[in-house]
């Protein structure tokens, strides 16, 4: 019998991830289908135990439903566990088990599509949210000389430095105004369509600003290249990676992205 799979989120119409899947599905031969499920604000776990009910094996989580989903499980990935949050549910005869790719993904695209070294640079993370803090460990695993947090509240990027400990500095927006080798953008202001008020000493020319936000130049590039940003990208290669880690854990098959980034983008 075909293995159901599927994203849940709200909205969900835009989602790239059934492409994604049914790609990697034919690259490596699994009998397999994934859809996208609108799921109510109010009505998520319903609508997970509907999809259990009907055979279905795993399903991925994005927007607004990470930390409900991060509850929901009955058993967490020790990433998962230390991102409080979960983007990958497995169904199995114990229950539902709860992952987080998203770090695993930020940090593939960056090293292996963007061919950035990620050890002895300048990081700089802006956002203390759920996004921003599912990606802090897989980050700080690759040894950066610095890590800096910035965000609007100070107190939510300490909380985050506090968690995770390892020398992180945290500071609002406008106090991270030295140089970083690479800068993330993990806030919401991308989506709708607004920037974070930055510094323009945060860019050098040796710089890649990279926003999470994947299929538009957001207000955060445009101004990344305004101030001499060596570099920019989206976070295209990010989804696809991620979408590739989950895969793994659901099927034990690792497969190639290179091509499906490449289709996606044209």
Known sequence: MTDRYAVFGHPIAHSKSPQIHAAF???????????????????FAECVAQFMAADGRGANVTVPFKEEAYKLAQRLSPRAQRAGAVNTLSFDADGILGDNTDGAGLVADLTRNLHQTLGGKR?????????????IEPLLDQQPAAFVIANRTVSRAQELADLFGH????????????????????????????LPPLSPRIFTDNTLAYDMMYGRDTPFLSFARTNGASATSDGLGMLIEQAAEAFFVWRGERPETAAVIAALRS
């Open 25 to 43: 599905a034919r690259q490596t031969g699994q009998d397999m289908t994934y859809e996208a499920i609108l799921a109510p604000l109010d009505g």
């Open 123 to 135: 990081i700089l993370l802006l956002g203390a949210g759920g996004a921003a803090r599912g990606v």
């Open 167 to 194: 020398g992180i500095t945290a500071c609002s927006f406008e106090a991270a105004d030295t140089p970083f080798d690479i800068v993330i953008n993990a806030t919401a202001a991308s989506l709708a369509g607004e």
